[in-house]
């Protein structure tokens, strides 16, 4: 019974760890979206300017100052109203923070899950089960080349974050317009693959 209250609890915080990210990314909140993107943004630029330990603890830093500052104000302001109010981060150090068994668990075959999916697409890739597909992947790896010629890791991790939150509201925004580019697209690589497996021997697929 506990097992399966856990797991329960556990869908619907992940329910509701999903919602909430929908949200971020469509700015339903603009002042909430607006605080967490900025943040990740100041955070990937700090990077590009000083190293990873400055960063953490530039950040760790300012953390403590706030909180040891905010808890110095209280306790001075308690002392000078005679009150007893506590300590004023007590709701958050009750707060409960452990991990049990069974979500430990969960979160171990998901990962072993995603890990061994990914370990037999690669070996199915670089084994060359399917001939096109394995094409495909060089011809991604070749184009990754140049990509990472041109920009490093950081630089590609601040575009991602960028796309992130503006590509979800442009596409919901422009959807039929983009939907109908997309189709003449996947048409167009659908066509040349098409061409490509009928011109290599052995490329054509099983279920052909």
């Given at each position: 019974?506990?097992?399966?209250a856990d797991?329960t609890?556990?869908?619907?915080l992940w329910?509701?760890?999903?919602?909430q990210?929908?949200?971020?990314?469509?700015?339903?909140d603009?002042k909430?979206?607006?605080?967490?993107?900025?943040?990740l943004?100041?955070?990937l630029?700090?990077?590009?300017?000083f190293s990873?330990v400055?960063?953490?603890?530039?950040?760790?830093?300012?953390g403590?100052?706030?909180t040891?500052s905010?808890?110095?104000?209280?306790?001075?302001?308690?002392?000078?109203?005679?009150?007893d109010?506590g300590?004023?981060f007590?709701?958050?150090?009750?707060?409960e923070m452990?991990?049990?068994?069974?979500q430990?668990?969960?979160?171990?075959?998901?990962?072993?899950?995603?890990?061994?999916?990914?370990?037999k697409?690669l070996?199915?890739?670089?084994l060359v089960?399917?001939?096109?597909?394995s094409?495909?992947?060089?011809?991604?790896?070749?184009?990754?080349?140049?990509?990472?010629?041109?920009?490093?890791?950081?630089?590609?991790?601040?575009?991602?974050?960028?796309?992130?939150?503006?590509?979800?509201?442009?596409?919901?925004?422009?959807?039929?317009?983009?939907?109908?580019?997309?189709?003449?697209?996947?048409t167009?690589?659908?066509?040349?693959?098409?061409?490509?497996q009928?011109k290599?021997?052995?490329?054509?697929r099983?279920a052909?």
């Open positions: 019974m506990q097992a399966s797991s609890k556990m869908d619907c329910s509701n760890w999903k919602c990210a929908i949200d971020l990314l469509y700015w339903r603009i909430q979206t607006g605080i967490v993107f900025g943040s943004l100041l955070l630029f700090s990077l590009t300017q990873v400055s960063v953490v603890a530039y950040l760790a830093l300012a403590l100052s706030a040891i905010f808890r110095i104000y209280k306790s001075v302001l308690q002392a000078v109203q005679k009150t109010e300590h004023p007590k709701a958050y150090l009750d707060m452990n991990l049990s068994q069974d430990i668990q969960k979160y171990t075959d998901c990962l072993q899950l995603y890990v061994n999916s990914t370990v697409e070996r199915r890739l670089f089960q399917d001939l096109v597909d094409l495909k992947f060089a011809v991604l790896m070749w184009l990754l080349t140049y990509v990472g010629a041109l920009f490093n890791g950081l630089t590609l991790l601040i575009m991602a974050v960028v796309s992130m939150f503006t590509l979800p509201v442009v596409y919901d925004k422009y959807q039929a317009q983009i939907d109908q580019y997309l189709g003449l697209v996947r167009h690589i659908n066509t040349v693959v098409a061409k490509i009928a290599i021997p052995g490329a054509k099983k052909e």
